[in-house]
């Protein structure tokens, strides 16, 4: 079973800052890629940003240049840099990995969920 722990949510007023991490454990070589999902009150769950186990990685297009997403393999912990961060931005964020099954298949594990508050 992998665990995944995301942390780093708070309050921010609009313009500021937000580093969310995502520690996960499990097989690293069964590791496949880690996703950054958000949903807020009301709406359904979205990608925000991801990223592979070669280090590809991709953004919704209302975070580009703004959020950055990074891995350390060696911490098995995947970051989400948010900058200028919005009251739009608001949301609970979820973190995503996943595993590459012994049969081929990918499975889904998923964190509690971190809330971000963004203050105009």
């Known amino acids: 079973q992998v665990q995944v722990m995301e942390s780093g949510g708070g309050l921010v007023q609009a313009g500021g800052s937000l580093r969310l991490s995502c520690a996960s454990s499990g097989n690293r070589n069964a590791y496949y890629s880690t996703g950054w999902y958000r949903q807020a009150p009301g709406k359904q769950r979205e990608l925000v940003a991801s990223i592979t186990r070669t280090y590809s990685a991709d953004y919704k297009d209302s975070v580009k240049g703004r959020f950055t997403i990074s891995r350390d393999n060696d911490a098995n912990t995947v970051y989400l840099q948010m900058d200028d961060l919005q009251p739009e931005d608001t949301a609970v964020y979820y973190c995503?990995?996943?595993?590459?099954?012994?049969?081929?298949?990918?499975?889904?594990?998923w964190g509690q969920g971190t809330q971000v508050t963004v203050s105009s």
């Open positions: 995503n990995v996943k595993q590459v099954t012994w049969g081929g298949d990918l499975t889904d594990y």
